[in-house]
């Protein structure tokens, strides 16, 4: 058994939504590397894309990775950010929660 973390909202017992996602995911690192618990605590790995249609690709790999999808968060945005609107690859805008992980 293993818990995968993909993002870290609080920190020595205070709340660190406002920094941003990047900063976030380097002190879960930092943690995770030091933690004598580390083969226990797994980071998921962050997917790169260059288009709608290429996440769209690599969200269909789910399954097979072992995963229910892909969850979507700008790198330099906080977490104290409320809904955002994004473009679907159908042209659309998609209403979504920043939720980090």
């Known amino acids: 058994m293993a818990l995968f973390a993909?993002?870290?909202?609080?920190w020595n017992g205070a709340d660190i939504r406002n920094k941003t996602l990047n900063d976030r995911r380097n002190t879960l690192e930092e943690v995770v590397a030091h933690s004598n618990l580390k083969e226990l605590f797994l980071l998921s790995p962050t997917v790169e894309f260059s288009s709608w249609n290429d996440l769209t690709e690599k969200r269909?790999?789910?399954?097979?990775?072992?995963?229910?999808?892909?969850?979507?968060?700008?790198k330099i945005r906080n977490?104290?950010?409320?809904?955002?609107?994004?473009?679907g690859g159908n042209g659309k805008l998609i209403p979504i929660r920043l939720m980090q992980f």
């Open 79 to 87: 977490t104290k950010s409320e809904e955002r609107k994004v473009t």
């Open 60 to 74: 269909k790999l789910s399954r097979e990775n072992i995963s229910e999808g892909i969850m979507l968060s700008e």
């Open 6 to 10: 993909y993002d870290l909202i609080e």
